[in-house]
């Protein structure tokens, strides 16, 4: 139903206007306090990059925050991530994480992120906490936050903010009668606009979300999707349905698909039931780290990687912030 609303295909978001309304003012009013000199953001003593975006749901947003923290890393910078942590509860914070963080303390995005790209990465509801650990605990050249464009408290140099390009920006209302932080204003005032598949727009780097092999989860093993018998899919993502269609882009034909709650918490019991012994249980990567510490031999997931077309100057202009 949220969908339908958001999408402008019903006409029930007029009832939601007034709460609209109000997170407009609010939002508009906490981005001013900032802008105007009420408040006072707290400057890191090295650059910061926001990878955000304007909407609610699956943008794409952490496969580019990987994309990006791999491109910085192969120009030599020592890379740090921060993040909320959201779907995480630490003992306190700042967390670092380490080998043995669980996605129940960090949260399932900068768990991911540490794994694949090898970056000190640190969570905590205030960022600034967050990148003086970064700091603290080691060398870091540059710092990307995972999410944050709304988060004004801390100073940035470069805003970055992912589109969905099949999506866009739905009936364009703020939350919750449509699905925007931010109304669509806000992207004159960014740095870059990356939009994720479908037509990109004047201005845009286009980007595409590739995926690679199957992995299977107990043992590693790689294998072209469409090779995997009796699929059933599922997804606890922003936007489940982009992964089915990724699926069957591939030649994949689930037998099942099952969509979870973004950042939903998962159990051994739980998942074994969506699938028989006979069928390949077949999950996104988010879900994989979640479900690794009791995985069973049909389970595999299936990695992304952002794709982006012109971001050469887009590189450039964050390194030389380094430089400089």
């Known amino acids: 139903m949220i969908e339908r609303i958001w999408s402008g295909r019903s006409a029930l978001y007029v009832l939601l206007l007034p709460l609209s309304l109000l997170y407009g003012l609010i939002s508009n009013l906490l981005r001013l ?9 707290w400057r890191a003593p090295v650059p910061v990059v ?34 909320r942590g959201y779907g995480g509860k ?14 129940a303390e960090a949260g399932d995005e900068p768990v991911l992120i540490y794994q694949r790209t090898g ?4 969570v905590s509801p205030r960022r600034r906490e967050a990148v003086e650990a970064l700091l603290t605990s080691g060398q870091i050249d540059i710092v990307v936050t995972d ?3 709304q988060h004004y408290a801390l100073a940035r140099d470069i805003e970055i903010v992912v589109v969905d390009g099949e999506r866009r920006f739905g009936n364009g209302w703020w939350l919750p009668a449509g699905p925007m932080r931010e109304r669509v204003g806000r992207l004159k005032s960014v740095t870059a606009v990356i939009n994720n598949g479908g037509v990109t727009h004047t201005g845009e780097l286009a980007m595409q979300l590739v995926p690679g092999p199957a992995v299977n989860l107990l043992t590693g093993e790689k294998c072209d999707a469409v090779t995997l018998d009796n699929v059933v899919a599922m997804a606890g993502i922003g936007h489940p349905p982009r992964f089915f269609n990724t699926l069957r882009q591939l030649g994949v034909s689930p037998v099942k698909e099952v969509a979870f709650a973004d950042h939903q918490d998962y159990s051994a019991e739980a998942l074994s039931s969506l699938a028989e012994p006979h069928q390949t249980l077949l999950m996104t990567e988010k879900d994989a780290v ?25 590189l450039a202009r964050i390194q030389a912030l380094n430089n400089g």
Do not use: H
């Open 147 to 149: 999410d944050g464009l």
């Open 90 to 103: 630490a003992v306190r914070y700042p967390l670092v994480l380490d080998p043995q963080t669980t996605t």
């Open 290 to 314: 979640k479900a690794r510490a009791f995985a069973r031999a049909n389970w595999w997931y299936l990695p992304v990687d952002a794709v982006l077309s012109e971001a050469e100057p887009l």
């Open 33 to 41: 306090s900032y802008v105007w000199g009420w408040r006072q953001a």
């Open 50 to 83: 926001v990878v955000g975006n304007l909407t609610a749901g699956g943008n794409g947003k952490t496969p580019v925050v990987i994309w990006l923290v791999q491109a910085l890393q192969q120009r030599g910078l020592r890379v740090g991530v921060v993040s």
């Open 119 to 122: 970056a000190a990465v640190a």
